[in-house]
């Protein structure tokens, strides 16, 4: 099991910037891979991005893609997004996860994550 805590969260205007973080603790953080998914009010979750446990190796959706930046530091066991030029439509709760088998990557496939953290709001106002 792994906990995960996401930080980072808020308010921002269209064009604006976020960093979102992770913290994970109680398993080897390094062997797994790790994703951020989003859910907007009255929507399904969907993915936003993936890392494979190295970090050599990135997955994004195509609505974020050119504009998000997942990254990970194996050493203090967190996991980043950088937001850049965000919009309204990004206004979401942000979840950060953990794939569910060790040196397997993850992306889109919901199924794949086992631990999930309680989220960060990140609200893009026009």
């Known amino acids: 099991q792994v906990q995960l805590v996401e930080s980072g969260g808020g308010l921002v205007q269209a064009g604006g910037s976020l960093r979102l973080s992770c913290a994970a603790s109680?398993?080897?953080?390094?062997?797994?891979?790790m994703g951020w998914l989003r859910q907007a009010q009255g929507k399904e979750r969907e993915f936003v991005a993936a890392i494979s446990w190295s970090g050599g190796r990135t997955y994004y959706a195509d609505s974020v893609k050119g504009r998000f930046t997942i990254s990970r530091d194996n050493a203090k066991e967190m996991v980043y997004l950088q937001m850049n030029s965000l919009k309204p439509e990004d206004t979401a709760v942000y979840y950060c996860?953990?794939?569910?088998?060790?040196?397997?990557?993850?992306?889109?496939?919901?199924?794949?994550?086992?631990?999930w953290g309680q989220g960060t709001q990140v609200t893009v106002s026009s």
């Open positions: 109680g398993r080897n953080f390094s062997s797994y891979a």
């Open positions: 996860a953990s794939g569910r088998s060790p040196y397997t990557l993850v992306k889109a496939d919901q199924d794949a994550y086992d631990n």
